[in-house]
């Protein structure tokens, strides 16, 4: 079965937010490449480059500049491309 997006579920999701998040995984593989990091942060970071819209809907504190690194809370779901 495919999954549906729903808007009752995912009331925050918008197809505008789309290209941003593209950007997001854009940001953090330049980090990795850039900083000569381990690839396999790709899958489990701990932190991520947001704008104060993606910052907004994953509950973080807005970035000083767009596309900022922040990172998840010690208690978060989230991690690298795949969590949350």
């Given at each position: 079965?495919?999954?549906?997006?729903?808007?009752?579920?995912?009331?925050?999701?918008s197809n505008s937010l789309?290209?941003?998040?593209?950007?997001?995984?854009?940001?953090?593989?330049?980090?990795?490449?850039?900083?000569?990091?381990?690839?396999?942060?790709?899958?489990?970071?701990?932190?991520?480059?947001?704008?104060?819209?993606?910052?907004?809907?994953?509950?973080?504190?807005?970035p000083s500049e767009e596309?900022?690194?922040?990172?998840?809370?010690?208690?978060?779901?989230?991690?690298?491309?795949?969590?949350?």
């Amino acid at each position: 079965m495919a999954a549906v997006r729903s808007a009752r579920v995912y009331s925050d999701f918008s197809n505008s937010l789309l290209p941003v998040m593209t950007e997001e995984t854009r940001h953090l593989f330049n980090h990795l490449v850039w900083n000569d990091r381990n690839f396999m942060e790709m899958f489990n970071a701990d932190y991520t480059f947001v704008s104060a819209r993606l910052a907004l809907l994953y509950g973080l504190e807005p970035p000083s500049e767009e596309f900022g690194m922040a990172k998840y809370p010690p208690d978060s779901a989230r991690a690298g491309v795949l969590g949350g």
